[in-house]
Each structure stands twice: as structure tokens, then as C-alpha cells.
């Protein structure tokens, strides 16, 4: 299968700003949902921000882990068939690994208190994008 391929990470310190960036050409905009996730040494890949497209039933639905609430924003850019992550006011805990994931519209949750996707959900990963943040 083909993998998806991240990118956007990088050394910044506490405070710093960076940007990650999914090719996501494979995943028809209206069949799936996508999300970021991060696994740091010793911890289990966990979701950090989703997104449910819009489609007739309503707009697009984001869910964001509590610590990135309010400094990372998720958007998925269909003419690029891009996924990106906005992450600001980065602390040393979003040190991590950071991958994309997608699944088929009819395994994602529509409601915005949990993740469209868990990991669980996931069939591919990609090779990840390292993000370290100094203190």
C-alpha cells in the first residue's frame, strides 16, 4: 500500500512555531477522515488533532487533543490534497514523532468531543516527521 508522506518537522525551541505537511493524494477528501498523531519514546502513538470533511450533512468537524488545544490547528487543503498541522507556541512535550493517518468515512466519528480516528483505525503509516523542542 502506499504510504503517506509527512514532512514540516524539525529542531525549534519552546515558543517556536512549525507547520507539518501530508501528502494525502490517496485520500479522496469526501471518503475519508485524517488526523495527526505523535508517539514519544516509551508512550503509545496518540491522536492529537482529526478532521471530518464536510459533506451535505454539515461542515468540517476538528477534535484537538486538550494539551494542543488552542496552539495547533488541523486543515486538510483539497486542492493539494494536503493535510497540514499549525503548531504554535510549542512546548518541550509536543516533542515527539508525528505521523498522518486516514480512514474510510464510515469507521470516523462525527462527533466533535472524540477523534474522528484512532490509531486503531489506522492500516498505513508512513515514515513520520521528528519534532524536538528545546527548552
Known amino acids: 500500500q502506499v504510504q503517506p508522506v509527512e514532512s514540516g518537522g524539525g529542531s525549534v525551541q519552546a515558543g517556536g512555531s512549525l507547520r507539518l505537511s501530508c501528502e494525502a493524494s490517496?485520500?479522496?477528501?469526501?471518503?475519508?477522515?485524517m488526523g495527526w498523531f505523535r508517539q514519544s519514546p516509551g508512550n503509545e502513538r496518540e491522536g492529537v488533532a482529526t478532521?471530518?470533511?464536510?459533506?451535505?450533512?454539515?461542515?468540517?468537524?476538528?477534535w484537538y487533543a486538550d494539551p494542543v488545544k488552542g496552539r495547533f490547528s488541523i486543515s486538510r487543503d483539497k486542492a493539494k490534497s494536503t493535510l497540514y498541522l499549525q503548531m504554535d507556541s510549542l512546548k518541550p512535550e509536543d516533542t515527539g514523532m508525528y505521523y498522518c493517518?486516514?480512514?474510510?468515512?464510515?469507521?470516523?466519528?462525527?462527533?466533535?468531543?472524540?477523534?474522528?480516528?484512532?490509531?486503531?483505525?489506522?492500516?498505513?503509516w508512513g515514515q513520520g516527521t521528528q519534532v524536538t523542542i528545546s527548552s
Open positions: 493517518g486516514a480512514t474510510l468515512l464510515r469507521y470516523c466519528s462525527r462527533d466533535y468531543r472524540v477523534p474522528s480516528l484512532l490509531p486503531s483505525n489506522v492500516a498505513t
Open positions: 478532521i471530518y470533511p464536510s459533506t451535505y450533512a454539515g461542515g468540517e468537524i476538528t
Open positions: 490517496r485520500y479522496t477528501y469526501s471518503s475519508y477522515c
